[in-house]
Nanobody
């Protein structure tokens, strides 16, 4: 009933920038928090950044000052602007959203399919 589609990943040199987008679609009534996670090979999935529907943000220590999360409520889209990228930022990046779809009375967490970000040294 709800789909999240990410875009914007790719290969970039260290010090470069990328902007990820994640658009939610379907029978959406409302969205609470949205966020980005990442998973590097052999590691657990970890939170990168999150944003509430009041635009309160939270960042992992490893990305503070380099990444910025934002959202366009009208478009049900969340963005992750990544700057000063490092090789250790290489991972598959996943977006999520806490969505109340039409006809439901609670929010459910949905995930995107992931987009690869590779930072070369």
């Amino acid at each position: 009933q709800v789909q999240l589609v990410e875009s914007g990943g790719g290969l970039v040199q260290a010090g470069g920038s990328l902007r990820l987008s994640c658009a939610a679609s379907g029978r959406i009534f409302s969205i609470n928090a949205m966020g980005w996670y990442r998973q590097a090979p052999g590691k657990q999935r970890e939170l990168v950044a999150s944003i509430t529907n009041a635009d309160n943000t939270n960042y992992a220590d490893a990305v503070k000052g380099r990444f910025a999360i934002s959202r366009d409520t009208a478009k049900n889209t969340v963005y992750l602007q990544m700057s000063s990228l490092k090789p250790e930022d290489t991972a598959v990046y996943y977006c999520n959203a806490d969505v109340r779809y039409s006809g439901s009375w609670t929010h459910f967490r949905y995930w995107g399919q992931g987009t690869q970000v590779t930072v070369s040294s």
